[in-house]
């Protein structure tokens, strides 16, 4: 899994204000029966694992992320969770764990997305749960959508089409399938996100946090200017609403 996000405070302002209103509703779609025990894959800062926690109580959740200062992080803000440093594709955990295995956001950063669903089936106890979400970034609903207009307009040839791989409507249903998971239900869920003003907005795309924080990143002040310039053009000062759309698969392991 590709480890774009090392800083678990940059990345609650980066990501974290669409991940954690996202992770409400998947954790709601999901419906975790109480008793029942969950992993969160990629868990990040902690987004999906504070949900679980809330649902389950922590003696029933574990979580994995390959980044250590991700794991520190939600190892301090979840204690008694079982939180470890590790890949999607590799979880050290025995065959049958777990009623409820989920990945927020980052199937698409897996090195071999079908590899990591298939271990998350593995973990998962037969008739038990594996979901997972990944924002529409393929087309113009993901958090970025009004980011990645501005960098095209300024710059057509711009790499940002390299994080939207995966991400299109049926990509993450034909990933479980692949995987052996037939019996599975794809939809959408959308969140809202107020923004007090541009800068509100504007100023976590400086942090260097994922693909498009390492694109900013790399310009040059005149064309971060220009960009800045170019996505306030395209928003109003503020206050404004950004809405945010991730695809989402929830499967069956067979019994």
């Not at 979901?131 to 711009?158: C, E, H, K, Y």
């Not at 959408?188 to 003003?197: A, I, K, N, Q, W």
């Not at 950004?242 to 069956?252: D, Q, S």
Request: charged share 20%.
């Amino acid at each position: 899994m590709a480890e774009f996000f090392a800083n678990a405070e940059s990345y609650d302002r980066f990501m974290g204000r669409f991940s954690v209103p996202l992770a409400k509703r998947f954790i709601d779609l999901v419906a975790p029966a109480l008793g029942g025990s969950a992993l969160d894959v990629g868990c990040g800062p902690g987004a999906v694992t504070g949900e679980l926690v809330d649902a389950l109580g922590a003696d029933r959740v574990s979580a994995v992320d390959p980044s250590e200062p991700f794991v520190q992080a939600a190892r301090s803000r979840f204690p008694g969770v079982d939180i470890r440093v590790a890949a999607a594709d590799s979880l050290p955990f025995p065959d049958h764990t777990f009623d409820l295995t989920l990945a927020q956001l980052v199937v698409h950063f897996m090195t071999d997305p079908v590899a990591g669903i298939r271990e998350m089936a593995r973990v998962t106890r037969p008739g038990g749960t594996i979901a997972a979400n990944v924002w529409d970034f393929s087309g113009t609903r993901g958090p970025l959508g009004v980011f990645d207009r501005a960098v095209l307009d300024l710059d057509p040839s711009a790499p940002i089409t390299e994080i939207t791989k995966g991400t299109a409507d049926g990509d993450l249903a034909a990933v479980f399938a692949d995987a052996g998971l037939t019996d599975s239900a794809a939809g959408e869920l959308t969140v809202s996100v107020l923004f007090p003003s541009f800068a509100d907005w504007w100023d976590p795309f400086t942090l260097g946090i994922g693909p498009a924080g390492a694109y900013v990143a790399a310009l040059d002040a005149p064309r971060r200017e220009r960009l800045r310039h170019q996505a306030a053009e395209l928003l109003p000062d503020g206050p404004f609403t950004i809405r945010a759309t991730a695809w989402t698969v929830v499967g069956r392991k067979p019994e």
